[in-house]
């Protein structure tokens, strides 16, 4: 089982001096503990309630902290968890998830989804399209990113983007390409798209175990529909874990393992009190040996 690590808050003490020398601190102490992948959220406000915060409270754009990211790390693969397709012109985002690809030397991740958070996007003047025009917008982002990265240069036309000239240089160094990872549990259109397009699906495990159990058969049936191997599908969950509260080593462990009997192989968690980095050290000694041959 690979372990994952999510950093969806940037409000630490010592304010925003603090946040450059802390992310440094989260991430080369996290790799060294053996963390096999490092997240951001895709957002331009933080989620309102998460952790306690405020819409207000610290965020930063995701793709700038990952190439910071990249420069301070050498093993651990890097995505945002998701992207929004409705922030980025789509070609803009293949240029720039080669462009993390090429400075992290091949550990980048296009994790993407068809985007949720209305305010937000109102909030900074940027279109919000019906969810059926954000699904659309998905299924051109995933096509276009199969087109380019299948050669040098494209034509391409989707149901909302037209891009007559887009150009793959320099290539990423990820053989094919880099994971293409789809955020979501719709059973119709995210689930199908992840069967057609995705190396791996997210699933969060707040929506219980018996739906994270349903989206996997649905995927599973969405792959034989296809003809895809559904084994050849990365399976990733997202949680969170307080071993300064409520949570205990003994009981982490337990539900890593009852992810591995479902059939996820990669475990991404935040920490509320990631920034005192004492529950990565307890990852590094107890956690990730524990699970490490699930």
């Known amino acids: 089982m690979h372990i994952g690590l999510q950093i969806p808050s ?29 997240w951001v959220m895709d957002h331009y406000y933080q989620i309102k309630g998460l952790f306690g915060e405020a819409y207000t409270d610290p965020m930063l754009e995701s793709y700038t902290v990952l190439g910071y990211l990249a420069g301070l790390t050498e093993r651990a693969y890097l995505g945002a968890l998701v992207t929004g397709v409705i922030y980025r012109h789509p070609s803009v985002l293949m240029k720039m998830v080669n462009t993390l690809d090429i400075v ?12 949720w958070y209305e305010d937000e996007a109102r909030g900074y003047g940027i279109p919000y399209p019906s969810t059926a025009e954000r699904f659309e917008l998905l299924e051109d982002n995933l096509r276009l990113a199969k087109a380019l990265w299948a050669g040098d240069e ?8 037209s891009a007559p000239a887009i150009t793959n240089n320099p290539r990423p160094l990820a053989q094919p390409h880099p994971r293409i990872m789809i955020g979501g549990t719709g059973p119709k259109k995210t689930l199908r798209m992840v069967a057609q397009y995705a190396d791996a699906c997210n699933i969060g495990d707040w929506v219980g175990r018996q739906n994270m159990q349903k989206s996997l058969d649905s995927l599973k049936d969405h792959c034989e529909t296809l003809g895809r ?3 050849s599908v990365e399976k ?26 479902m059939g996820f192989t990669h475990a991404i968690f935040n920490m509320p009190d990631v920034y005192k980095i004492e529950p990565l050290e307890t990852f590094a000694s107890e956690i990730i040996p524990a699970v490490a041959e699930l």
């Open 10 to 38: 940037f409000k630490y003490p010592g304010g925003t001096a603090a946040i450059r020398p802390k992310l440094k601190e989260i991430v080369t102490t996290a790799e060294d503990a053996g963390f096999y992948s490092f």
């Open 104 to 115: 992290s030397g091949g550990r980048a991740y296009l994790g993407i989804g068809a985007g």
């Open 154 to 161: 494209t034509s391409f036309e989707g149901t909302h983007l």
């Open 229 to 231: 191997d559904y084994d």
């Open 236 to 261: 990733t969950t997202l949680g969170t874990v307080h071993l300064s509260g409520k949570d205990t080593v003994d009981g982490v462990i337990r539900r890593i393992q009852d992810l591995s009997a």
